[in-house]
Structures are given as structure tokens and as C-alpha cells.
Nanobody
Framework: QVQLVESGGGLVQAGDSLRLSCAAS????????VGWFRQAPGQERDFLAA????????YYGDSVKGRFTISRDNAKATVYLQMNNLKPEDTAVYYC???????????????WGQGTQVTVSS
């Protein structure tokens, strides 16, 4: 199985940056695409970004395109989400997830972390 743990969230002001980390266990992680999602109170879980197992292909949701960057370091079994120019609308719980086939749909991901809170003040 794959276990994922997010970290790096916190309270920041609008315009600040954060880098979230997703640490994984299990050898198969290195062959799994990984996605980042977020969920604000009362809202659906939205797709943010995804990266192929090799890191050669990345995909971004429209809401964060140009501000967020996904990357992975398979040697460290870690996926990152660099978030720049944060806005109050970015406030949410951020999750990383692993899937066997890269996807933008949350339901396609079998493994999920516990989430990390990101709060952006104006």
C-alpha cells in the first residue's frame, strides 16, 4: 500500500508563498502519478495539479495555473507543491493523493494523505 503525509501548511498573508510536501511510503510510489487537491469548507474537493511518475508530465487546474508548481523527487519519495502569490481564496485543506493513472478527478485516486491546512489572510 501507499501512505501519504502532507506538511508545510500554515497561516500566511496574501501574496506570500508556501511549499507543501507530500512524503510517501511504499516502493510503488515511484511509479504512481500524484495529484494535489484542496477542499474549502462547504465546497467540493478541487483539482490543483498532477504529476506523472517520471515527473515529465504535469497538469494544473485553471484556478492555480501560473501560481502553483508541482514537482517530485522520487529519490526522497516526496512530491511538492510550490504555491506563490497566495490569495484568500486559496484557503483550504490541501491533500495529496496517488493514483495508478494520472487524472484530474478525485475519485480516480486511491491513496490520500490526511491534509494540511493553508490559511491566507487579506
Amino acid at each position: 500500500q501507499v501512505q501519504l503525509v502532507e506538511s508545510g501548511g500554515g497561516l500566511v498573508q496574501a501574496g506570500d508563498s508556501l511549499r507543501l510536501s507530500c512524503a510517501a511510503s511504499g516502493r510503488t510510489f515511484r511509479t504512481y502519478p500524484v495529484g494535489w487537491f484542496r477542499q474549502a469548507p462547504g465546497q467540493e474537493r478541487d483539482f490543483l495539479a498532477a504529476i506523472s511518475w517520471s515527473g515529465g508530465s504535469t497538469y494544473y487546474g485553471d484556478s492555480v495555473k501560473g501560481r502553483f508548481t508541482i514537482s517530485r523527487d522520487n529519490a526522497k519519495a516526496t512530491v511538492y507543491l510550490q504555491m506563490n502569490n497566495l490569495k484568500p481564496e486559496d484557503t483550504a485543506v490541501y491533500y495529496c493523493a496517488a493514483t495508478r493513472v494520472i487524472s484530474t478527478r478525485a475519485n480516480d485516486y486511491a491513496y490520500w494523505g490526511q491534509g494540511t491546512q493553508v490559511t491566507v489572510s487579506s
